[in-house]
């Protein structure tokens, strides 16, 4: 049974527009959410992070939204540029630092010059 | 500070064969964790090491085992091997544990022929 379930595979974007990405999880227990971008042929990496007791973190373009009522969080990019073309990965834990990351399956956005 | 490094990047073996993979994590992390990515499957967890000892572990066969040095370097091993264990093998590092922040390896392709 997924956890954390990010339930589109795809997602094409106009560069300048912005681009959302969703992820939903199931385990209340949840504390902490993070979104990874991953190139092909390379190892994820960091981009954001929220933790349960905010609902909104903002880094530059980057910005997370956490609806803990609905167990959903999403990722914004504005504007979105062509070189964030890659694929978005949600991950959630619980039970403090010890606890499993999580993964969703991961949303490529394509972002159109 | 250097990144989380993984050898080798590229690997072809044959079934029944078995694999070491390395991985040396962030300077100053203790918490190194194994991943496998397949198309279609996300990141898979395999196990967690923290001071030389397995914290957590996923839900893989025992073929799939790993080991943690006092340096916190650390290495996985794969026993008798099967077409299906053609993977990217991921590896982490965090301060000290999963539930936080991770960073990433670049990975190592297997390939099983």
């Known amino acids: 049974d997924q956890q954390v379930k990010q339930n589109s595979p795809s997602l094409s974007v106009q560069e300048g527009r912005i681009s959302i990405l969703n992820c939903d999880y199931t385990?209340?227990?949840?504390?902490?959410f993070l979104w990874y971008k991953k190139y092909p042929a390379e190892g994820p990496t960091f981009l954001i992070s929220?933790?349960?007791?905010?609902d909104k973190n903002e880094d530059g373009r980057f910005t997370v939204f956490l609806n803990k009522s609905a167990k959903h969080l999403s990722l914004h990019i504005v504007p979105s540029q062509p070189g964030d073309s890659a694929v978005y990965f949600c991950?959630?834990?619980?039970?403090?630092?010890?606890?499993?990351?999580?993964f969703g399956k991961g949303t490529k956005l394509s972002v159109k010059p | 500070k250097a990144g989380v490094t993984q050898t080798p990047r590229y690997l072809i073996k044959t079934r029944g064969q078995q694999v070491t993979l390395s991985c040396s994590p962030i300077?100053?992390?203790?918490?190194v964790s194994w991943y496998q990515q397949t198309p279609g499957q996300g990141l898979q967890f395999l196990f967690e090491y923290f001071s030389e000892t397995q914290r957590n572990k996923g839900n893989f066969p025992g073929r799939f085992s790993g080991r943690q040095f006092s340096n916190s370097r650390s290495e996985m091993n794969v026993s008798t091997l099967e077409l299906g264990d053609s993977a990217l093998y991921l590896c982490?590092?965090?301060?000290?544990?999963?539930?936080?922040?991770?960073?990433f390896g670049p990975g190592t392709r297997l390939l099983v022929l």
């Open positions: 929220i933790s349960s007791i905010k």
């Open positions: 300077s100053g992390h203790r918490s």
């Open positions: 982490a590092s965090s301060l000290v544990g999963p539930g936080e922040t991770q960073y």
């Open positions: 385990n209340s227990m949840f504390d902490y």
């Open positions: 991950a959630a834990s619980g039970g403090g630092s010890q606890g499993n990351l999580i």
